[in-house]
């Protein structure tokens, strides 16, 4: 069982920031969150993770809260490409726990 | 493109019968992994190899085995298949055996239907 909890969908106009929360109330300290995305079929994509503080890369944003419960992913400027099922993971005995993840349709 | 080759796309078989997948790693990855996505199930870890190595298990079938080899390109042996079996198998590849900075790149994955 997935140590996340994640919205089964979320919709965003295409150009807007997506923000897609997730919460891991149960997270330990040295436990890293990460988050792929899976676009219809193909293979998982990974997009960030990070630990304590907020990170960035050319892909997203992740917000990590002061207490870790819960993170946030910003997709700054989503297109239709970003249309995808995100999932949230904190992996369990060192190993990637897909859940559900959130369905992201972005609207043109 | 994720460096990541799963062959075959597709594959059609009956109950009963026996397929293998196979998988190569992006060039310089050691550690294969194998997951299974079925509609009930969502994306499932079943094993992982490094270096040739098993490392890690998790719901994989005893009807079910891999093995990596010295070039390091993996293979899934599925047998007695079940209707049950029907489902997208991934592989996914990383440089070392894990850890939070050991990211995954994963393959096309494999469709495989049993009728």
């Known amino acids: 069982d997935a140590k996340t909890t994640q919205p089964p969908s979320m919709d965003c106009a295409e150009g807007r920031a997506a923000n897609l929360p997730c919460n891991h109330s149960?997270?330990?300290?040295?436990?890293?969150v990460y988050w792929y995305r899976q676009i219809h079929s193909q293979g998982p994509q990974y997009i960030i993770h990070g630990l304590k503080n907020n990170e960035t890369n050319e892909m997203a944003s992740l917000i990590i809260t002061e207490d870790r419960k819960s993170s946030t992913l910003i997709l700054p400027h989503a297109t239709l490409r970003d249309t995808a099922v995100y999932y949230c993971?904190?992996?369990?005995?060192?190993?990637?726990?897909f859940g559900t993840g959130t369905r992201l349709t972005i609207i043109p | 493109d994720s460096g990541v080759t799963q062959t075959p796309k597709h594959l059609i078989t009956a109950t009963g019968q026996r397929v293998t997948l196979r998988c190569s790693p992006r060039s310089g990855d050691l550690s294969v992994y194998w997951y299974q996505q079925s509609l009930d199930q969502g994306l499932q870890f079943l094993i992982q190899y490094y270096n040739g190595e098993e490392r890690a298990k998790g719901n994989i079938l005893e009807r079910f085995s891999a093995q990596q080899f010295p070039d390091l390109h993996s293979e899934l042996n599925l047998s007695s298949l079940e209707l049950g079996d029907s489902a997208l198998y991934f592989c996914?590849?990383?440089?070392?055996?894990?850890?939070?900075?050991?990211?995954?790149?994963f393959g096309p994955g494999t469709r495989l239907t049993v009728l």
């Open positions: 993971i904190v992996p369990i005995n060192e190993k990637l726990t």
């Open positions: 149960t997270i330990s300290g040295n436990e890293y």
């Open positions: 996914a590849s990383s440089v070392a055996s894990g850890g939070p900075f050991d990211e995954q790149f």
